[in-house]
């Protein structure tokens, strides 16, 4: 079959038994066997009509349209399988599996609770032994090959920890038919508890939790309330339950109030009362040393010191003995492992995947969306992932930061809410994620009761450096947590210690990286929670206001770096703290007496802004700021401050507002007599006069600008000065004179090292060349104008380049490439959603005036084709000369 089958399927699992030891073994004949076994079972899943959409190692993944397809599939193989002569390998015992139910087709593949239960079936089989799900014999029964029969091997609990499955083998002539008992969750001594759920995802962490397993004996899952420790570590238990044929037994830790309590618990577990005039450690001891037991301790973290005792008295009396426990902190005694247990995935660019036409193929595969889509089902069994409704799932499941609880009582929410509305609410998500299991120990009940616990295990010291976490966005240095959050009541040299402990309770985590160093975050709910906190304290206000200081330092000893040399790394620097600066920034407009700080930072970050394209939020902000009564004052400040946001309001290409600033920035000055502020206010009015197509007042503008600047010896200005020269020259169509003042411009700013002027500078000499013949000296100027454009961090403005690209190419009559980095270039303004036109410049209008017959249905397709390239393809584009 070449078509995937659609609707309800027949699945049908295979692998070979003992594979390893055979390729460890016999490597060569292994190789032979599994060539021959694969063309065998490709030939004959083929004659049956089954689909083969996975191959992984040995194993067969087959879908079939109908179940007697599949079990014909199976029978055939089976009797191929043994009447093959395996050579120097002996026998090749294929076990197998089917079961039949409803998935999900994409691209060839298939998705959903079905194919893991068929996955759950196969695990139990041996090998030459194929069991069939009840699902799959109630289809079949009557409708056996020849000969054929179904055996009911009764009810069977799975490594799923689901509901019980009935299952059956399949016995035929010449086949075997009697095999050791299923390799169930019945195979082995055990208290897991049967699971009312599907268990989502965790594919990575299963493998990594059962790797440190493998060579830890005391392995502590340790994460924050509601991540999903518990049951991770009960899948990874079901999982390797052969490895501890002695027996894996759940200690569950929740309920108990009283740290005494904490080996009684254990031993009731395994079933062990006090003996007469002996410890009930002993007892333990004596029952446990020579089993090879696997204990799982759940919910450590109320009762971990008595914990890590009776754990590291067991651990050296019993050397066969391993522990997985959870908590949400490690015991941190000798021979531990600690591994935090990550939320569920979540894309962080899911607003970008959101507008794709496959997001909901893309975000579907993750394993908060996965988790979300499975519990509203079973809230509202109605409820589908759409296209129109896949952007709200994912919007929920970030805010919720991918935590399993936290999720699962919002799809809850879907019986009476609709996804919007849930949204709307999650700004108050203590009020709405209140309905949990009522079997649940109250603690997981709602989300809010979820944080108190943890916050209820925290000293004093510790709650005070929480709640004042809550002042930062998103991450935070060391060095910042120190400089805002020490003193009143936390002393410096605390700080180092007391975060430590938050990050072991599970409430703060770290992320190194070699560039960035160490940042420390909290999740979003998290954050909400420690600010109810700080509210409650009393420190808000303070504690802003720290804040806001620390970064105004911090962005006015950047400021001069990001315009100079090193500004590549000062912008990533800069880049890094973005949230904290816009957190800042609120700060300033909200306290009481804090503008003027606000707008220092403003005009401090006005280059990173500008760089990096925030320039719409950062307008907002100005004009918020400016519009202050402690903003009014006719000083050097506010000219500057006024002189900056025309800046930004010139690049976002809103030229009434940029006027508006500039006349009042031009009047302060020369009231107060400061010619550098007033030449630039006017060089950047000349400028706007210019866009405006006022030639005559541009010119006016800039002689005046001129004869201050020139007796300065500013370079900047200088170098701003020509420039603007440059573009009037090129109105007049000389563009020899543009060219070279440009050149000048540009030799400045690189004796200045100022990196992003030469960006800007390198496309007016690469336009000005194009427009010249000069192409060669086009092409190394605008790839350098596109090229460290992108390498500072500056995407939105890649529309530029691309577009000068295209225009070269028209000089050079290359109509095809040009028209397809027309294309690009429209492209990368639409994503961009920040450059409202094309590029204009009087020389890419001359060489747009001398091709007329740049026109027809040839172009408009190449145009098209561009429209379909990433940014990344469409750079690739234009720097190839060919």
């Not at 079990?71 to 093959?84: D, F, K, N, T, V």
């Not at 962080?348 to 909901?360: G, Y």
């Not at 009143?488 to 402990?501: A, H, I, N, P, S």
């Not at 170098?719 to 060219?739: C, K, N, P, Y």
Request: include cysteine.
């Amino acid at each position: 079959m070449t078509v995937p089958p659609t609707g309800t399927i027949t699945f049908l699992f295979s692998d070979i038994e003992g594979s390893t030891k055979k390729w460890d073994k016999q490597p060569e004949a292994m190789g032979v066997a599994l060539a021959m076994h694969d063309r065998m079972l490709r030939e004959i899943f083929a004659a049956t009509s089954g689909y083969v959409f996975k191959t992984i190692g040995d194993a067969f993944c087959v879908a079939f349209d109908t179940a007697q397809s599949a079990l014909a599939g199976a029978l055939e193989s089976q009797r191929a399988l043994r009447a093959g002569d395996w050579g120097a390998i002996g026998e090749l015992k294929v076990r197998m599996a089917l079961h039949t139910g409803a998935a999900d087709e994409r691209d060839g593949d298939y998705f959903g609770q079905t194919l893991n239960r068929v996955a759950r079936i196969l695990s139990a089989a041996h090998g030459g032994q194929v069991l069939v799900s009840l699902p799959t014999e109630e289809l079949v029964r009557d409708h056996l090959p020849p000969g054929a029969q179904l055996r009911h091997l009764g009810e069977h609990r799975l490594r799923d920890l689901a509901r019980p499955e009935h299952l059956y083998q399949l016995v035929a002539p010449n086949l075997p038919s009697e095999f050791a008992s299923l390799r169930s969750l019945e195979s082995v001594a055990n208290n897991l508890p049967l699971q009312l759920s599907n268990f989502i995802g965790r594919e990575r962490e299963m493998v990594e939790v059962k790797r440190l397993l493998g060579s830890s004996r005391l392995l502590t899952l340790t994460g924050m309330g509601g991540t999903g420790k518990t049951r991770l570590s009960l899948q990874v238990a079901a999982d390797v339950l052969d490895t501890f044929h002695d027996g894996v037994w759940l200690v569950e830790f929740a309920t108990i109030d009283d740290a005494a309590l904490v080996v009684e618990t254990v031993a009731a577990a395994l079933d062990l009362r006090q003996e007469a005039e002996r410890p009930l450690t002993s007892t333990l001891t004596s029952f446990l040393r020579e089993r090879k037991v696997l204990l799982i301790l759940d919910n450590c973290e109320h009762v971990v010191t008595a914990c890590a005792r009776l754990v590291e008295t067991l651990l050296r009396a019993c050397p066969k003995l391993h522990i997985l426990a959870s908590s949400r902190e490690p015991m941190s005694i000798a021979g531990e492992t600690a591994w935090p247990v990550p939320p569920l995935s979540l894309p962080s660019h899911w607003k970008e995947i959101i507008a794709s036409a496959d997001a909901i193929d893309i975000l579907g595969e993750y394993e908060a969306v996965r988790l979300f889509v499975d519990r509203a089902t079973l809230a509202r069994p109605a409820f589908q992932l759409t296209n129109d409704n896949v952007h709200l799932v994912a919007q929920i499941c970030w805010r919720l930061d991918g935590i399993a609880l936290a999720i699962e009582l919002a799809a809850a929410r879907i019986r009476v809410l609709t996804l919007q509305q849930i949204v709307e609410r999650l700004d108050d998500r203590f009020h709405l994620l209140t309905t949990g299991s009522r079997n649940a120990v109250p603690r997981q009940q709602t989300l809010r009761s979820l944080i108190d616990w943890s916050h209820d295990l925290l000293t004093d010291p510790e709650r005070r450096l929480f709640r004042r976490l809550a002042v930062f966005a998103r991450g935070r240095t060391l060095e910042a947590i120190e400089g805002v959050c020490s003193g009143d009541g936390v002393e410096l040299f605390e700080v180092v210690d007391l975060l430590t402990q938050l990050v072991d309770k599970s409430l703060v985590y770290v992320e190194k990286t070699p560039e960035q160093g160490a940042r420390y975050f909290i999740l979003e709910s998290i954050w909400e929670y420690a600010n109810e906190k700080l509210k409650e304290a009393g420190e808000v206000d303070a504690f802003r206001i720290r804040h806001l200081d620390y970064f105004l330092r911090f962005a006015e000893e950047a400021a001069p770096k990001i315009r100079g040399p090193e500004q590549r790394e000062w912008l990533e620097v800069v880049a890094q703290e973005g949230y904290n600066i816009r957190y800042a920034l609120d700060a300033a407009a909200e306290v009481p007496g804090q503008v003027t700080k606000g707008l220092r930072l403003l005009v401090a970050t006005q280059r990173f802004v500008e760089v990096r394209g925030l320039f719409k939020e950062a307008r907002d902000v100005y004009a918020r700021l400016l519009a202050h009564p402690d903003a009014a004052p006719h000083d050097a400040f506010r000219a500057g401050t006024l002189s900056a946001a025309g800046r930004i309001a010139w690049v976002s290409d809103d030229c009434s507002a940029c006027r508006l600033y500039q006349e009042e920035a031009l009047a302060i000055f020369h009231e107060l007599g400061d010619s550098c502020g007033a030449a630039r206010a006017l060089a950047d009015l000349g400028f706007l006069a210019f866009d405006e197509s006022d030639l005559p007042r541009a010119q006016a503008l800039l002689d005046e600008a001129a004869a201050l600047a020139a007796p300065l010896a500013d370079p900047r200005l200088t170098a701003h000065v020509q420039h603007i020269r440059s573009v009037l020259a090129a109105a007049e169509g000389d563009f020899t004179r543009a060219f070279a003042l440009d050149k000048e411009s540009l030799a400045i700013y690189r004796s200045i090292g100022d990196i992003w002027q030469v960006v800007i500078i390198a496309w007016a000499v690469g336009v000005n060349a194009a427009a010249l013949g000069r192409f060669d000296v086009a092409h190394a100027h605008l790839g350098e104008c596109l090229q460290v454009g992108l390498d500072l961090g500056n995407r939105w403005g890649a529309s530029y380049p691309l577009d000068a690209f295209a225009f070269l190419a028209l000089a050079e009559r290359q109509y095809d490439r040009a028209a397809r980095l027309f294309g690009a270039a429209d492209a990368q303004r639409i994503r961009s959603g920040l450059v409202p036109q094309a590029a204009d410049h009087p020389a890419l209008r001359a060489i747009l005036s001398a091709a007329s017959d740049f026109a027809g249905s040839d172009i408009e397709d190449a145009r098209r084709e561009g429209q379909m390239l990433s940014l990344e393809a469409a750079t690739a584009l234009a720097l190839d000369k060919a």
